[in-house]
């Protein structure tokens, strides 16, 4: 059994993920309304994501990491810096969403780059979020494997293994994979040092 498909990983991995966003949050000196409010989300829902009882999507995710002002990646790096410039696939930091049935793994060393790459896996049926969502600066995307729908605006878009995509800041987009097998993306976004 994979370890996304084992529950107990899931669980795990939402965990981990809550008390980084708790971290952070406590870090910055804001109270869990106070992040919420950030976000666009309820206390509730942001208390639920921080203890590991609600996986929050890909689009949530990001909104909960601008909202801390950091990246996606700096979000699930914060509990593991690194300083090598090699990053291991046996060692490389990942981030599961049970809600967008996604894992994303941080490809990039540390936060002294101005390039953020992760590895974007949807499996079957799997969502970015329920509407578009975008993001504040420029991102490419080339579809390793698989086949995955970019929703922009009114049009969609099946792109499959070898095909690419650069969207502009503010352009709201979303993920879905409709087909049976897994889709694997490379995203790379800009970010200001």
């Given at each position: ?8 990983a899931?669980?795990?991995a ?36 921080e ?9 949530s ?13 700096e ?17 490389r ?21 101005r ?14 979020g329920k509407?578009p ?7 490419f ?15 969609r ?31 790379v ?5």
């Amino acid at each position: 059994m994979q370890e996304h498909d084992n529950p107990m990983a899931t669980v795990s991995a939402e965990h981990q993920l809550g008390d980084l966003i708790r971290q952070l949050r406590e870090h910055r000196r804001l109270s869990v309304r106070t992040l919420a409010a950030k976000a666009g989300f309820s206390p509730s829902f942001l208390s639920q994501v921080e203890n590991g009882l609600a996986s929050p999507s890909i689009a949530s995710l990001e909104k909960i990491a601008a909202a801390l002002e950091v990246t996606l990646v700096e979000l699930f790096q914060a509990g593991e810096p690194r300083s090598s410039v090699v990053v291991r696939a046996r060692q490389r930091p990942k981030l599961d969403s049970g809600w967008s049935k996604a894992r994303i793994e941080s490809l990039g060393p540390d936060r002294a780059t101005r390039l953020e790459p992760v590895l974007i896996t949807l499996r079957a049926g799997g969502t970015s979020g329920k509407k578009p969502h975008s993001l504040t600066r420029e991102q490419f995307v080339y579809v390793v494997s698989g086949e995955v729908t970019l929703v922009l605006a009114e049009s969609r878009q099946v792109l499959t293994s070898g095909d690419a995509v650069t969207l502009a800041p503010q352009t709201p987009f979303r993920w879905i994979n409709d087909s049976i097998s897994p889709a694997r993306m490379l995203a790379v976004s800009s970010r200001a040092l």
